[in-house]
Nanobody, 124 residues
Framework: DVQLVESGGGSVQAGGSLTLSCTVS?????????MGWFRQAPGKEREEVAA???????HYADSVKGRFTISRDNASNTLYLQMNSLTPEDTAMYFC??????????????????WGQGTQVTVS
């Protein structure tokens, strides 16, 4: 089974930066999965933050373009999300997701079959 574990969340002041990591189980063929970051704030629907394909094409939500960067390290089965210039509107639980097939543009939560437990990001 594919297991995803997020880390790197925390509390930061507006204008600050955080880097989230998502480690995928070592026996997964990580290179064959499309990966994504989603977030969900209290009372709101889960929304896409950023996605990356198996050949490193990326997609970003308009709200994070120019501030967030998604990347993947296939050697270590790790997905990253570098977040800069954070604002209170970025406060949410952030989830890592994996899809064993290609995802549409823009991707939706239902396109991903595997999810991590989430890591909280709070910006004040």
């Amino acid at each position: 089974d594919v297991q995803l574990v997020e880390s790197g969340g925390g509390s930061v002041q507006a204008g600050g930066s955080l880097t989230l990591s998502c480690t995928v189980s070592r026996y997964t063929l990580f290179t064959t999965y499309c990966m994504g970051w989603f977030r969900q704030a209290p009372g709101k629907e889960r929304e896409e933050v950023a996605a990356i394909s198996t050949d490193d094409f990326t997609h970003y939500a308009d709200s994070v373009k120019g501030r967030f960067t998604i990347s993947r390290d296939n050697a270590s089965n790790t997905l990253y999300l570098q977040m800069n210039s954070l604002t209170p509107e970025d406060t949410a639980m952030y989830f890592c997701a994996a899809a064993s097939f290609g995802v549409p543009d823009p991707p939706r939560p239902t396109d991903y079959g595997y999810w991590g437990q989430g890591t909280q990001v709070t910006v004040s």
